[in-house]
């Protein structure tokens, strides 16, 4: 008994190392993946992308597939990652996810991603917001990556905080406090004034996020429409800088880390009342706040407000490079992970926004309460908030412009070492060194 | 073996040549060749990681090169005067330079005097001894995370601990001088076990009856150390030395981590040259100007390792050039009346008054010093 089993097992071994042999002989080829032609496919992706179970459930529906999966911490060391091996020419992953600050720098090798158009992306064209997948789409019209998430931005308050300051707490009387539709970002620094009045404390983190989030709801960023640098002379993004120069210079600033926020604890003990909220931010808080031991109870809360109008910061799209030795594969899974059925699940397990009408529909419909803020309809908030955001133009340089030459110019502001004025002629002055003479 | 059967081969004049068997001519190739073979595996090594990565460096610094693009026009060295006017490279310059100095110099000092204390006598001694490399065991990563966290700005240990003494919170972070002080500490606490465990070694092998002698002759401790100990390990020192500044001038992984969002803190204040290096590379995406900046920090080394070799051959020879020094150190010291050298030979008879008290103070190389004075 026990000695046949045994054969029976070696038996089956080596009919699996033979077929895992021959399979080897023929890796490269475009096959389809099956229980006798078993591939590996490998997936980066940077963050809370929420995907740990779509992978499970995509090996179940699909024999034969393995996936690996590799999760950098950050979008910024996802970038790093990313260039350097492209620059190495080998060791991407078959499915990379690519954050749209960096977006514009892999438009400039959008050869060396494989045009989703030969893997019938062309048919489900349709799902998404329109400029979600015009954002992926280079040039030549070559589909280079497909949108997961989008960032449409709301505003989180803190209920306490807000109490303690003789602020309503309801969120929808918070979002008529800040002017409802038609919430200025004048509106947004006189409450963060009245607010530091009564308490003495600080209204925002820290300027750089309110930067971002005012400069990714004008028409045009960093970059004109045709890609040409839009900084120096640009009076709106002048007087956006002034008004928030103006409120940090009251002391409106907790002058935080960002991404760090004293690992997270910023968000538990009252340093600040208020956060700009793209949907991917709450996934963020919800990490911060584990780290620092909070949770509901430290009275975080999300209102279907955004001073200036809708704006949109962030999202992530997924691309399938040249180098994939899987590609047919590879594109079948990104078009499977980017569908809205899976779209629903990722926002349910990373707390983002999905890109695809048909999941943001569902997500609304469900109206699953976020629980860890305030139980708010975290479908319907983000919903309402994506109506009317516009695809800015991202340029290449976008994210290094910044990460790298207004977060330094703002820090000046934060720590208070100098004025509007020399913060500003900082920031040229990075811009200059770093991008123009780049 | 060889050599002897190789002697007649090796030795015989020209017109002997048509004698020589092929196994005599395998000889003669084998002891003319044989020596460049076995150390050959070193330099083929460093050929293809050495040599040709800084041959290769300097033919991409000659370029525009985008690391996503790859390599782009000819610019000659425009490059290099580009890093040579920007205001970020001689700010990374003088930020390893200030970290260099930061953590060189304290480290240095505080692991000399960590060697003295385990040279003596003491308990335990593999227990110290083991103590002190313990930090060197752990990975600087790991370190870097445990004092970013120490040195935090808002809920730092360290700024916890200060305002609890009602002294105001350092930037440690945001501030230039903080900064450097927090990646030294970091670097210090790595290092300094580990050169005093070097230096032990070398204190280890100074010979027991000098000391013994010096102190009959009523050297104090701290005379023994400065007079006996630290000029005897003279060459360890160096080596210290020189280990020390081009780890110094490579700094990364502590600026890095210190702040892992950015490449040497908001505005660059500790950002060193090889950080900058990185960032150029991998952040702004320009290989040409990284590669310039390797070459510059690479001759920048060069430098320094000219200054450290001219320096070392001043003070690490041995024999005559010290033999000197102490000669003319011993002169000063004969001139000096013998009433001032008496008071502190204390147990020793009075009888033999001046001379050979100090015969036995300078005592490290006895026989040679009587040799001299004879003939003086």
């Given at each position: 008994m026990e000695l046949s089993r045994l054969r029976k097992i070696t038996a089956l071994a080596g009919v699996a190392s033979l077929a895992i042999v021959a399979s080897g002989c023929s890796g490269g080829s475009d096959e389809a993946a099956s229980a006798d032609n078993p591939i590996t496919l490998t997936v980066t992706t940077f963050g809370q992308f929420g995907y740990d179970d779509l992978y499970a459930e995509y090996e179940e529906q699909n024999p034969g597939v393995t996936i690996e999966a590799n999760n950098i911490d950050g979008s910024a060391n996802a970038r790093t990652d990313a260039f350097t091996k492209l620059a190495a020419g080998s060791g991407l992953s078959d499915v990379v996810a690519v954050e749209e600050g960096w977006l514009g720098s892999i438009m400039?090798?959008?050869?060396?991603?494989?045009?989703?158009?030969?893997?019938?992306?062309?048919?489900?064209?349709?799902?998404?917001?329109?400029?979600?997948?015009?954002?992926?789409?280079?040039?030549?019209?070559?589909?280079?990556?497909?949108?997961?998430?989008?960032?449409?931005?709301?505003?989180?308050?803190?209920?306490?905080?807000?109490?303690?300051?003789?602020?309503?707490?309801?969120?929808?009387?918070?979002?008529?406090?800040?002017?409802?539709?038609?919430?200025?970002?004048?509106?947004?620094?006189?409450?963060?004034?009245?607010?530091?009045e009564t308490t003495g404390k600080a209204w925002y983190d820290q300027s750089a996020f309110v930067w971002n989030s005012m400069v990714n709801q004008m028409e045009e960023g960093y970059y004109t429409a045709d890609g040409e640098l839009n900084?120096?002379?640009?009076?709106?993004?002048?007087?956006?800088?002034?008004?928030?120069?103006?409120?940090?210079?009251?002391?409106?600033?907790?002058?935080?880390?960002?991404?760090?926020?004293?690992?997270?604890?910023?968000?538990?003990?009252?340093?600040?009342?208020?956060?700009?909220?793209?949907?991917?931010?709450?996934?963020?808080?919800?990490?911060?706040?584990?780290?620092?031991?909070?949770?509901?109870?430290?009275?975080?809360?999300?209102?279907?407000?955004?001073?200036?109008?809708?704006?949109?910061w962030g999202g992530a799209f997924l691309s399938v490079p040249e180098s994939s030795e899987h590609p047919a594969e590879a594109a079948k899974l990104a078009t499977w992970l980017t569908a809205p059925e899976q779209q629903v699940k990722q926002s349910a397990a990373a707390n983002n926004f999905p890109s695809t009408l048909e999941a943001q529909q569902k997500i609304v419909e469900d109206a699953v309460p976020n629980e860890l803020f305030n139980d708010a309809p975290y479908g319907e908030i983000f919903a309402?908030?994506?109506?009317?955001?516009?695809?800015?133009?991202?340029?290449?340089?976008?994210?290094?412009?910044?990460?790298?030459?207004?977060?330094?110019?703002?820090?000046?502001?934060?720590?208070g070492e100098g004025t509007a004025d020399e913060a500003w002629d900082e920031a040229v002055s990075l811009l200059n060194d770093r991008v123009v003479n780049n | 073996m060889t050599t002897t059967l190789n002697r007649p081969a090796a030795g015989s004049p020209a017109p002997a040549k048509p004698t020589l068997t092929f196994r005599q001519r395998l000889n003669v190739f084998d002891m003319k060749a044989s020596p460049y073979l076995y150390i050959s595996p070193f330099f083929i090594l460093f050929a293809l990681?050495?040599?040709?990565?800084?041959?290769?460096?300097?033919?991409?610094?000659?370029?525009?090169?985008?690391?996503?693009?790859?390599?782009?026009?000819?610019?000659?060295?425009?490059?290099?005067?580009?890093?040579?006017?920007?205001?970020?490279?001689?700010?990374?310059?003088?930020?390893t330079m200030s970290i260099f100095l930061l953590s060189t110099i304290p480290q240095l000092i505080v692991a000399t005097a960590i060697a003295a204390v385990l040279d003596q006598h003491i308990r335990a001694k593999t227990f110290w001894r083991m103590s002190i490399l313990l930090p060197y065991i752990v990975t600087p990563v790991a370190v870097a995370l445990i004092f970013s966290n120490l040195f935090g700005e808002q809920y730092g240990l360290i700024n916890n601990i200060l305002e609890s003494f009602g002294i105001d919170r350092i930037?440690?972070?945001?501030?230039?001088?903080?900064?450097?002080?927090?990646?030294?500490?970091?670097?210090?606490?790595?290092?300094?076990?580990?050169?005093?465990?070097?230096?032990?070694?070398?204190?280890?092998?100074?010979?027991?009856?000098?000391?013994?002698?010096?102190?009959?002759?009523?050297?104090?401790?701290?005379?023994?150390?400065?007079?006996?100990?630290?000029?005897?390990?003279?060459?360890?020192?160096?080596?210290?030395?020189?280990?020390?500044?081009?780890?110094?001038?490579?700094?990364?992984?502590?600026?890095?981590?210190?702040?892992?969002?950015?490449?040497?803190?908001?505005?660059?204040?500790?950002?060193?040259?090889?950080?900058?290096?990185?960032?150029?590379?991998?952040?702004?995406?320009?290989?040409?100007?990284?590669?310039?900046?390797?070459?510059?920090?690479?001759?920048?080394?060069?430098?320094?390792g000219l200054v450290n070799y001219l320096i070392s051959r001043r003070i690490a020879t041995t024999g005559d050039d010290r033999g000197s020094g102490r000669r003319s150190r011993r002169r000063r010291r004969r001139s000096a009346p013998p009433a001032l050298v008496l008071p502190a030979v204390r147990p020793q008879p009075p009888a033999p008054v001046a001379e050979p008290a100090p015969e036995s103070t300078a005592s490290a190389g006895t026989s040679q010093g009587k040799d001299e004075r004879t003939t003086r």
């Open positions: 400039e090798v959008s050869d060396q991603f494989v045009d989703l158009n030969e893997y019938g992306v062309a048919d489900v064209k349709d799902n998404w917001v329109d400029w979600k997948f015009e954002q992926g789409t280079d040039p030549d019209g070559r589909v280079i990556g497909l949108g997961t998430d989008i960032g449409p931005q709301a505003l989180c308050f803190n209920r306490e905080l807000f109490e303690a300051a003789g602020f309503p707490t309801d969120r929808e009387e918070v979002a008529e406090l800040f002017g409802g539709d038609d919430a200025t970002w004048e509106t947004y620094f006189d409450l963060g004034r009245q607010y530091n900084v120096e002379d640009n009076e709106a993004m002048r007087a956006q800088f002034d008004l928030l120069a103006a409120g940090t210079a009251d002391g409106l600033s907790a002058n935080q880390k960002q991404f760090d926020w004293g690992k997270g604890k910023a968000f538990v003990d009252g340093s600040f009342a208020v956060h700009v909220c793209p949907a991917w931010m709450l996934g963020t808080i919800k990490e911060q706040l584990e780290a620092a031991g909070g949770g509901p109870e430290t009275g975080w809360d999300v209102a279907d407000v955004f001073p200036g109008g809708a704006s949109n309402s908030r994506a109506e009317g955001v516009v695809a800015q133009f991202k340029g290449p340089q976008d994210s290094e412009i910044q990460e790298n030459v207004f977060a330094p110019a703002l820090k000046i502001l934060d720590s | 990681v050495g040599l040709f990565p800084l041959g290769y460096t300097f033919f991409v610094s000659l370029f525009d090169w985008h690391l996503l693009k790859g390599q782009g026009e000819f610019v000659g060295l425009r490059n290099f005067q580009e890093v040579l006017q920007d205001r970020f490279f001689w700010n990374s310059l003088f930020n930037l440690w972070l945001n501030e230039t001088l903080p900064s450097h002080i927090a990646i030294a500490t970091m670097v210090n606490w790595r290092w300094t076990g580990y050169n005093a465990l070097i230096l032990l070694a070398a204190m280890q092998s100074v010979p027991r009856d000098i000391y013994e002698s010096a102190a009959i002759d009523g050297a104090g401790t701290f005379r023994r150390f400065f007079s006996i100990t630290l000029p005897s390990i003279r060459p360890t020192m160096i080596f210290v030395v020189i280990t020390a500044t081009i780890g110094g001038l490579q700094i990364f992984t502590e600026p890095r981590l210190f702040d892992p969002r950015t490449y040497g803190g908001t505005s660059a204040q500790f950002q060193t040259t090889v950080l900058y290096l990185y960032e150029m590379a991998f952040q702004r995406s320009n290989f040409g100007k990284a590669s310039t900046i390797a070459w510059l920090l690479f001759l920048i080394i060069v430098l320094f």
